[in-house]
């Protein structure tokens, strides 16, 4: 399995596109203007409490208030609270909380208005960016991620990731990372740190315990709000989340960011160095590796997957609604069980890749085809589950009714990947018409010149637009002559002026039209 990086540089922002065996499954993008990212720390301002909601409106400096819910306050609020207040007035100037007297517990089934006061002062971390007309929501209950481990201030607890599954393994992570722990800091013990030696794991610690002493010193000077503690650069947090083995190259093209990324990957991983490469030549590093095209085909209403079937994707306030169907394709399966297992197969891997691309959150039903066999049914949850296990998002996801109905929720931190996929119409004169991308055209006639192939038509002619027709037959080799190479059919095209701009039509040996 390839894994590949590819990062996109341009003056405004950054976009990185994750490959996995050249196929994009996630697209992600850093825009200068995003001062609100998960995982960003602020000195923040209590703008009231609200006992209806059990929660408090806090102002981090963003237009709307953001939100702040008693069970996100940590049980170590009232500790946390009286060390903003001594570090901010310049009373406290140790920050390693060894010699830190912590406050009693606050209960779990509390008031708001009980340990929260109006004007107050508190540190909070995005966890959730602002979606829509909702601000950020936030915690009082900081952590700051490594590349191996969580660092979580006012705690002792050690902990480790469920996906590591060996006890033995369990236990001697947590042994060595207690080792080194300072006192007043709990750590999560990230799923990467699996066989790492304790050098590896110290230097991380030391690497997080001074970010929070930076952050710190930033506290008695802060004005309110403002952020103390920013998430470190996307190239570097992608590759801190997902960096692993299976890498087989990270390709960038622009020089400054080469070398920040060169440097960190010598710094987690210095065996890997040489994956790191920086892109030169003139053609649109997005086009060279053909993720332009993925993103025309990928973001739009119907999403196409092999042997005709395809995803129509709903989006409503409430949910998103995928609806898997079977196309027109050709039944070689013995009978209409084996075909709908068929393709909810190749539909779950797809949904899974789609999800992560458009980075879909809340809830999602997916109407599979309905299957009569319990154990057809299991096989898909399993195939679903399976697919979804790298997705960073946490997510979880019901097994499939006898409607064939599956319902999964997804953690949504930021706003959905939402990218136009359709373009304006050159045949009408009128604004605002529209059409779908014609790069997608393309899949179709593959689709179905596909099957009438398989339908065994002696000669075959395409009716198109000159343009298309053009963007078929022009260069070498031409998509007329890959289609010969792999089809051994010559397929004849005519241009036809009287067509729209994305119509097209199959005729056979007679001149009668295929439908």
């Not at 990212?37 to 709307?64: H, M, Q, S, T, W």
């Not at 991380?204 to 930033?218: E, G, Y």
């Not at 990218?419 to 059409?435: A, L, M, Y």
Request: charged share 30%.
């Amino acid at each position: 399995m390839d894994k590949e990086l590819i990062i996109r540089s341009g003056s405004e922002n950054v976009d990185f596109a994750l490959l996995k065996d050249g196929k994009l499954i996630e697209l992600q993008k850093d825009e200068d203007s995003n001062d609100f990212a998960v995982g960003d720390v602020f000195i923040a301002k209590i703008r009231k409490a609200v006992p209806g909601l059990n929660a408090a409106f806090v102002n981090v400096g963003y237009e709307k208030d953001a939100f702040l819910h008693y069970h996100d306050l940590g049980p170590k609020l009232p500790s946390l609270l009286k060390f903003t207040k001594r570090v901010s007035t310049g009373k406290l100037k140790d920050f390693s909380l060894k010699n830190f007297p912590f406050e009693k517990d606050i209960d779990k089934g509390g008031k708001i208005a009980d340990v929260l006061k109006s004007n107050q002062s508190l540190l909070v971390q995005i966890v959730k960016e602002p979606i829509s007309t909702k601000g950020p929501r936030i915690s009082s209950e900081l952590s700051i991620a490594g590349r191996y481990i969580v660092l979580v201030p006012f705690s002792s607890r050690i902990s480790v990731s469920q996906k590591i599954e060996d006890r033995e393994e369990k236990d001697r992570l947590k042994r060595l990372v207690k080792s080194i722990t300072p006192q007043g800091f709990g750590v999560i013990i990230r799923t990467v740190a699996q066989g790492k030696k304790v050098a590896e794991l110290d230097k991380d610690l030391q690497n997080l315990l001074s970010r929070w002493t930076a952050m710190c010193k930033k506290l008695h000077r802060a004005h309110h709000p403002s952020k103390v503690l920013g998430e470190m650069n996307k190239a570097s947090s992608i590759l801190r989340d997902i960096f692993n083995d299976t890498f087989t190259g990270i390709t960038v093209d622009d020089e400054e960011l080469f070398y920040q990324i060169k440097d960190y990957v010598q710094e987690i991983a210095p065996e890997k160095e040489s994956i790191v490469k920086l892109y030169q030549s003139k053609n649109p590093i997005f086009e060279k590796f053909g993720i332009e095209r993925q993103i025309k085909t990928s973001f739009g209403k119907t999403v196409s997957m092999a042997k005709g079937a395809y995803l129509v994707i709903e989006h409503t306030e409430a949910l998103h609604v995928i609806d898997v169907n079977s196309g027109n394709r050709s039944n070689k399966a013995n009978n209409q069980e084996d075909t709908a297992l068929e393709v909810n197969l190749i539909a779950a891997t797809e949904m899974a890749r789609q999800l992560r691309l458009r980075d879909m959150g809340g809830i999602i039903v997916v109407d599979f085809i309905d299957m009569t066999s319990a154990e057809n049914r299991q096989k898909l949850f399993n195939h679903l589950r399976d697919e979804m296990k790298d997705d960073r998002a946490k997510h979880k996801i019901l097994p499939p009714s006898k409607f064939g109905l599956i319902q999964i929720t997804r953690q949504r931190v930021r706003p959905e990947m939402n990218i136009k996929t359709r373009e304006e119409n050159p045949d009408v004169i009128i604004n605002g018409s529209e059409v779908e991308a014609p790069i997608g055209l393309l899949q179709k006639i593959n689709h179905d010149l596909e099957k009438l192939i398989k339908k065994d038509y002696k000669k075959l002619t395409l009716n198109t637009h000159p343009f298309i027709a053009a963007f078929l037959t022009k260069g070498i080799p031409s998509i007329r002559s890959k289609w010969f190479l792999e089809h051994k059919k010559w397929v004849k095209i005519l241009p036809r002026d009287a067509y729209t701009y994305l119509e097209y039509h199959f005729f056979d040996k007679d001149g009668n039209q295929i439908k």
